[in-house]
C-alpha cells in the first residue's frame, strides 16, 4: 500500500522554512502595530454566500475556484479564498463600525483556490491581511498602501514597483463598462474564448488576462480615466497626490483591475522583478460596496493582501535576511543512565528560565548525545562525580573550554555569556 502524500497544490512548510515564515509575520505584526492596526483571527470556512456576493458571482473566484461543499446539515460552505469578505461580515456581525466609527484590523493565515500549482502559488496558500474599515476619504487609500510598501521596506525586499489605477464606481463604472464591450466586440476574433465569455458578463476582467493576445488587444482598450465620475477623479487625484507627499513613486496601469468584484476607486498593486510572470506580491484597493453586497450597512473600506509563499521566495532570491535560524543554547549531557534524572532536572530549569536546552530521552550514549550537542553553544555534562559535588560541567562548544561550577548556578553563569 502507498504511502499518503498532501494533496496535489498543498505542502508542508517544515522547520527549515518555518522560522523565515515567523520572521515575516512578525516584521508584519510590529509594522501594523506601528500603524495602529489590531489583529483579528476569523473562520477557515464561511457560508459560501458570503464570497458569491461579496467577492462576485462572475469571477473567476467564484466560478472556478472555491472549494465548497455541504456540511452533515445541508448548509453550503466554502473554504475561504480570501480574507477581505470575511473581515467586514466580522465588522458588521460584531458592530465594529457602529456609529460612524472606524477599524483598522489585519490577520494571517490559510486561504484556499482550486488553482494551477506554480512557481510561488499554491491551492492552499498564506497570506497577511490588512482592513481599514469606515473610512471614505482618499487618505485612507494612502495609509493602507504605505502601510504594505513600508513592510517591504523593513523586511529589506529590493526591486518593487508600485502600480496604481482607479476602477470607478457604481455611477462611473457602467459608462466604462460599455465602452469596453463596443471595443472588445470589435477585437472578438483576437480574444481567448476565456475573455469572449467574459465580454458582456465583466468585460473588465478582459483586461486582466495573462494571455499574450488579449493583452496586445487590451493595450488599445479605451482609458477609463477618460470615464471617472467627479467624485472617482478627485479621489483618485488625491490618492496621488497623498502618495507624492510621502515620496513615493508609483506607475500607472489602465489595465489593472483586480480580480474581485468588489473594488471601487483605487486598486493596486506591488510588484516584483523577481517572480517572472506571476509578479505581484501585495494588492489590494478600495472597496465601499462591499458591506452592502454581504447585508450591511454601508461601509466604506480599503486594504491589501500580501502572500507569505511569494514574499519569502522573493526574500530569498535577493538575499534578505531573516534574521537567526532559532537554536538550543545548551544540550544537558548524562554521562552515565544514573544522571539522567538529574540532567532532565537541570534542563527544564533552563526552559523555565527561558533558555532553550535539550537533553536525551531515549538513552543514548555519551558520544551519541556530544554528537546531538555539535549545534548548541554549550554542553551541560553531569555524571555520578558532579552528582556526589551537587556540580556540573560546562563546556563552552565554540572553543571548547570547560569548567565545573555548582548546578544552582548554571543558570546564572549560561545567562551571563549569551
Same mark, same amino acid.
Given at each position: 500500500?502507498? +504511502? ?18 515567523? %520572521? ?13 492596526? @489590531? ?22 473566484? #467564484?466560478?472556478?475556484?472555491? %472549494? ?57 496558500? %498564506? ?34 514597483? #508600485? ?19 463596443? %471595443? ?73 483591475? @483586480? ?20 509578479? +505581484? ?20 473600506? #480599503?486594504?491589501? +493582501? ?87 560541567? #560546562? ?24
Amino acid at each position: 500500500m502507498p +504511502a499518503i502524500i498532501a494533496p496535489r497544490g498543498t505542502r508542508d512548510i517544515l522547520p527549515a522554512e518555518s522560522w523565515k515564515w515567523s %520572521y515575516i509575520i512578525n516584521t508584519a505584526s510590529k509594522t501594523m502595530t506601528d500603524f495602529g492596526f @489590531r489583529e483579528i483571527h476569523l473562520p477557515v470556512f464561511e457560508h459560501t454566500e458570503l464570497f458569491a456576493r461579496g467577492v462576485g458571482e462572475t469571477t473567476d473566484i #467564484v466560478e472556478k475556484e472555491m %472549494y465548497t461543499f455541504n456540511d452533515r446539515g445541508g448548509r453550503s460552505i466554502t473554504l475561504r479564498p480570501e480574507a477581505t469578505a470575511g473581515v467586514m461580515r466580522a465588522a458588521i456581525e460584531n458592530n465594529l463600525c457602529a456609529q460612524g466609527a472606524s477599524a483598522k484590523l489585519w490577520n494571517w493565515g490559510p486561504m484556499f483556490r482550486h488553482e494551477r500549482p506554480q512557481k510561488g502559488r499554491y491551492r492552499q496558500f %498564506y497570506q497577511i491581511d490588512a482592513e481599514c474599515l469606515g473610512i471614505s476619504g482618499a487618505m485612507a487609500d494612502v495609509e493602507v498602501i504605505a502601510l504594505s510598501i513600508e513592510i517591504f521596506r523593513r523586511l529589506g525586499l529590493k526591486n518593487l514597483e #508600485v502600480v496604481i489605477n482607479s476602477v470607478g464606481c457604481e455611477k462611473c463604472r457602467p459608462v466604462y463598462r460599455q465602452k469596453l464591450v463596443d %471595443y472588445f466586440s470589435a477585437h472578438l476574433g483576437e480574444l481567448c474564448e476565456t475573455c469572449k465569455d467574459r465580454l458582456n458578463r465583466n468585460p473588465l476582467r478582459i483586461l486582466d488576462c495573462k494571455k499574450e493576445s488579449c493583452g496586445r488587444v487590451s493595450d488599445g482598450a479605451p482609458d477609463i480615466f477618460d470615464s471617472l465620475c467627479d467624485e472617482c477623479r478627485e479621489h483618485f487625484a488625491e490618492v496621488r497626490s497623498g502618495l507624492e507627499r510621502l515620496g513615493f513613486t508609483y506607475t500607472l496601469n489602465k489595465r489593472l483591475v @483586480r480580480g474581485l468584484d468588489y473594488y471601487t476607486k483605487t486598486a493596486y498593486e506591488i510588484l516584483s522583478g523577481d517572480l517572472g510572470a506571476q509578479n +505581484a506580491v501585495a494588492g489590494g484597493g478600495r472597496y465601499d460596496n462591499l458591506a452592502s453586497a454581504i447585508g450591511g450597512a454601508k461601509i466604506p473600506g #480599503v486594504g491589501f +493582501a500580501c502572500g507569505l509563499d511569494r514574499v519569502a521566495l522573493v526574500m530569498e532570491e535577493q538575499g534578505c535576511s531573516f534574521g537567526e535560524m532559532p537554536a538550543v543554547t545548551v544540550y544537558c549531557v548524562a554521562l552515565d543512565n544514573e544522571s539522567r534524572g538529574a540532567v532532565q532536572v537541570l534542563t527544564h530549569k533552563f526552559r523555565t528560565e527561558g533558555i532553550s536546552a535539550e537533553c536525551d530521552t531515549s538513552g543514548r550514549g555519551f558520544k551519541a548525545q556530544m554528537k546531538s550537542a555539535g549545534s548548541c553553544k554549550f554542553a551541560c555534562i553531569i555524571g555520578a562525580d558532579e552528582r556526589a559535588n551537587n556540580s556540573v560541567a #560546562v563546556k563552552n562548544l565554540s572553543d571548547g573550554s570547560q569548567i565545573s561550577i555548582p548546578v544552582d548556578e548554571a543558570v546564572t553563569y549560561i545567562k551571563e555569556r549569551m
